[in-house]
């Protein structure tokens, strides 16, 4: 590492799990989608009434606010999870002391002030939102007494909550929140949080070790990919009574792996379904923001560069592992 002091430079924003912002950046735009009524654009292409979104400077604004605080709250959760991610081998940045803690943790606070001015500058319920994410997932989730990220349950709100704030994001661009807004994200409420528990998955092991008891380690995997699997099939339904072709047709794509999951039972496959999911969320996202593939490609390679040369660690990939 010493030989490659320049690429050392680079830890102080891949220490923000930058592709980790996808997933949140999917489910806001999507939320944006839903509010101006482009949730059916897949039947407008057969059609011939099909344009393309290129730019708007108040969602741009809004995703690097939220990309802002996710990143704060990505490394609160990190330093105090360092313990755990060494024997789950990953998110060693802070653990590899590559980064010291106490400068992590002002990073992660001038990231947190940085959401929260952003917020400011675009209205008041997006200030308000990002406010809860930042309490809920930088303090609730990693901090005492409450430390939501070690309880079965609260760690399951918690994260439904995450998925839900991101929808919302893209909403209160357009609408306040209305009786119509509980309805239209329940689709991708039960999705996220689905993801969410097949992700408890591979950590079971280290977890347990630490003292964790996250929702796998309380439950199992068998009965951790069940519940998971209920929650995507009320995604799908919601998908379909919502005719929203946005997560009807990532519920479509994702069935085979969710099916060939649930009857393997193998971590492998639930590892696969989790990035096909995101990955598939993203490359529909581009077919109404294409710009949006630009970032997708260009964090990927970064950061399979960086892992490589800096930690000699494969990392990000498609395998189930």
Request: one cysteine or more; glycine letters at 6%; aromatic letters at 20%.
């Amino acid at each position: 590492m010493k030989q490659r002091k320049w690429i050392n430079k680079f830890d102080y924003f891949f220490v923000t799990r930058p592709m980790l912002f996808f997933p949140g950046w999917n489910t806001l735009i999507a939320g944006y989608l839903v509010a101006i009524g482009e949730t059916g654009w897949f039947a407008r292409v057969l059609e011939g009434n099909y344009s393309f979104n290129w730019w708007d400077l108040q969602l741009f604004l809004t995703m690097l606010a939220f990309a802002l605080a996710m990143g704060a709250s990505f490394i609160f959760n990190q330093l105090q999870d360092t313990e755990s991610d060494r024997k789950n081998r990953k998110l060693f940045l802070i653990d590899a002391q590559a980064i010291h803690p106490g400068t992590a943790l002002g990073e992660g606070i001038i990231l947190a002030l940085g959401a929260m001015v952003a917020g400011i500058f675009l209205n008041r319920s997006i200030l308000l939102l990002l406010l809860f994410f930042l309490f809920i997932t930088g303090y609730l989730y990693n901090y005492k007494p409450f430390q939501f990220k070690n309880r079965p349950l609260g760690g399951l709100i918690l994260n439904a909550l995450m998925g839900w704030i991101a929808f919302a994001l893209g909403w209160v661009l357009v609408f306040p929140f209305t009786a119509n807004f509980w309805v239209v994200c329940l689709p991708y409420l039960f999705l996220n949080t689905a993801l969410y528990l097949l992700t408890t998955i591979p950590d079971a092991l280290g977890d347990q070790s630490t003292g964790k008891v996250t929702f796998c380690v309380r439950f199992g995997v068998k009965s951790t990919m069940w519940s998971a699997f209920i929650l995507y099939l009320l995604s799908l339904f919601f998908s379909i009574y919502n005719r929203d072709q946005i997560v009807l047709m990532l519920n479509i794509l994702i069935l085979i792996f969710m099916l060939r999951m649930i009857i393997s039972l193998q971590v492998s496959h639930a590892i696969l379904t989790i990035k096909m999911a995101i990955l598939f969320f993203s490359v529909i996202i581009c077919f109404k923001f294409p710009l949006y593939f630009l970032p997708m490609v260009i964090i990927f390679f970064l950061t399979r560069y960086y892992f490589q040369r800096r930690f000699q660690f494969d990392y990000p990939n498609f395998r189930g592992e």
